[in-house]
């Protein structure tokens, strides 16, 4: 069997930036066939972020835009619109990230798509859900981290708030997406009935954050203050060895007394403040200690040598650009390289998950804006003039 | 229509922690029906972390294995593995966290699982993929932060390396773990064939992080240092007001004049080096220095009601505690409280997601420790004289 599990399955991508891009390139990486339809000035992201050899490419846009066609549609005109809606009319997933009133003014509300396709999963990514106050509100990634908690964790952790430097949660809501279109393509193989699932990126992220960090909090009324205390303390951090970092992680009570036997402090196996999980998580500032002071005395290769031995999970610490040379993502055939048509050499990440059924076994590049906006049009059925005059037109580009 | 799109399918999960759980509490969620195989201890999350008020049954065991039921088998004993075997040769899926060479050790690699199951989707969460030097390792979640960029995104932008403080890692590749078993559930539809699945924590992060900071790395040579320079700031990070922190995120050139405008200070709208998102991006720490500067004139409260006439994305700032408080997850209905049959009165966050095919309906609590051990053995076709064998001899409890 060649092709990934969502072989077949036909995307219609009404995305921008990195929520519903990821969402698309995880269907398409996985064996769908997506066609990213493009206003006329193109994905955001194409311009934004450092790095682009030609003026709409930039790295983090191809990163993202892999394994997908772009047809640029303006659906500001009645045949741009009409073009949206006849692609969406035969395709088994509709994906957008626009805000649901621009949806509704466009005829493409859920009950409008039901009636266009019955068999449609039209899954609406959105900062917040429908029914609450702020829905409808502008956001981008940062404003969910800092609405959802998880800014926050690091004022407990560190005494000011701060954001994940990545698009975390537009990252996750993405996956999360694309998940619940296979739950939904699922569903429909035993229904025949297609379904609109609305992902609201907030209270992902507030689930997200909640199940971490109820913690005592979980109990009403509480039994203590919420958050996990291990995770908030200022020494959760790859720790400073004589010549780098190295995170170690006695969990068990195996690890521990294996730790503290490596560490040459024996008799802290018998110390009633690190004698089981219970304790150790309530005196976690002291384990911290504990290893700070040790880990300075010695090298990182000495003290991951001597982890080893003593079967405590330990490892080094890898920059973003250490990624590259990493040696077990070399054994695993992790980075690729590929000529792009309009880019050059350029690197990607093979899929990280591996399906024993059978994987994707052709990558798209990531398309220049409109590459494909003729071919898709031909393969919805419009004619090799009706296709010229949405050109002129500017219906189409 | 009532159930989740996953109604009917049955899932064994031999996980603990959190990786795991995680996935099988989101198939839960979307009304699968999972059974938690415990070890005569128990999942050690039931004993760690903050808050608990009976001895097994911490705030984020509860939090993570809603939705399942919990059957005790000690499979180093003949007759406890025979009854693991008997549960998955009925299943649909089987989700694991256990080093692959314990799996082979008892039976189950993905040979031996499709023998018993041909149309079973056996997930194999692990911390390193096969074929790499790495596999087998002990890992947890802040290894996994320390080896794949995460923690070197904080050195970037505040000159140490930290840890999200949060088991982020764990809980991603948990949700992909999910999102990767949807996918073959579709695919089985087609093919009536199940399939063996390899979730690696480390190269899920690793692709994560490469996705948003190869940036100009992307291209081979590179066209720049890597890394997103937005996101790499030491600023990029809720921002101080007169009285609390605000967010806000003037991203395209509508946003970033009105923003300009808002702030009095009309004449950046001209300044060559905050024309254009490229520019914007090229001069972040400037950007963020006018931003810096200007949010301090004012309260949280009065930038807020500014930036929303102006429609410019702004939120304020929660902390975990503020979440339980917050007015639109109020409005959404996000937090439920239940009666726990042992552990009294707990909240608990709603599914964030909504599907419009239909819902699970009723939430199973987090299970006490072997609760359904013997419901789940009599509806694997165990006599009642059997299960009472079992409990004698230990297999079960």
Redesign the interface.
């Known amino acids: ?1 060649t092709g ?5 399955v036909k995307v219609i991508d009404l995305t921008t930036v990195v929520v519903g891009p ?1 969402c698309t390139r ?1 269907l398409g990486d ?1 064996g769908a066939s997506v066609i990213k339809v493009e206003a006329p000035g193109g994905d ?1 992201l194409r ?7 030609t003026k709409a490419m ?3 846009f ?3 835009n892999r394994n997908k066609r772009s047809i640029v549609l303006d659906i500001k005109q009645a045949e741009g619109l009409a073009a949206l809606k006849r692609l969406i009319a035969t395709a088994d997933v509709f994906v957008s990230n626009v805000r649901p009133a621009a949806l509704a003014r466009a005829g493409l509300d ?1 009950a409008a798509l039901h009636q266009l396709n019955p068999r449609l999963i039209h899954c609406g990514i959105v900062a ?2 429908a ?5 409808g ?7 969910i ?14 005494g ?9 949660t537009d ?2 809501a993405g ?2 997406a ?3 279109i ?6 429909r ?3 025949g ?8 990126m ?3 992220m ?27 303390s200022k020494d ?3 720790l400073p060895t004589k010549d780098g ?3 170690v ?1 006695p ?2 009570n195996r ?1 521990a007394f294996a730790f503290f036997d490596a560490i040459g402090r024996p008799e802290l196996k018998t110390d009633p403040r690190f004698t ?3 304790t150790r ?2 005196n976690a500032a002291d384990y911290f200690d504990v290893q700070v002071q040790a880990l300075a005395e010695r090298t990182t290769a000495d003290w991951l040598e001597i982890f080893a031995k003593a ?1 405590v ?12 040379e ?4 070399g ?2 055939g ?1 980075w690729l ?1 590929d000529d792009h048509p309009t ?7 093979r ?7 059978g994987m994707r076994d052709a990558t798209l590049p990531a398309p220049q804006l409109g590459a494909q906006t003729r071919e898709v049009l031909a393969e919805a059925g419009y004619a090799a003039e009706e296709i010229a005059r949405m050109l002129a037109d500017g219906a189409a580009a």
Chains 1, 2 share one sequence.
């Open positions: 069997m990934g599990p969502l072989e077949g990821i995880t996985q955001i311009y934004l972020a450092a790095g682009s050899r930039s790295g983090k191809i990163n993202f859920a917040f859900g029914g609450g106050r702020y829905a509100r502008p956001a981008y990634d940062p404003i981290q800092s609405l959802s908690g998880v800014a926050g964790t690091f004022e407990r952790a560190i000011e708030p701060r954001f994940v430097p990545m698009v975390m990252h996750i996956l999360v694309a998940q619940s296979g739950f939904a393509l699922f569903r193989e035993k229904t009935r297609g379904e609109s699932i609305e992902v609201p907030f209270e992902t507030a689930s997200f954050v909640a199940s971490e960090h109820l913690g005592a909090a979980t109990f009403e009324p509480p039994e203590g203050p919420s958050g996990d205390a291990r995770l908030l959760y951090r790859p970092f190295i995170t992680r969990n068990d690890q089981d999980p219970l998580t309530r079967d999970p330990a490892a080094g610490y890898n920059r973003i650009d250490d990624l590259l990493d040696p077990h993502l054994d695993v992790f390289q880019e050059g050499r350029i690197r990607r990440t899929t990280p998950v591996t399906f024993g059924g």
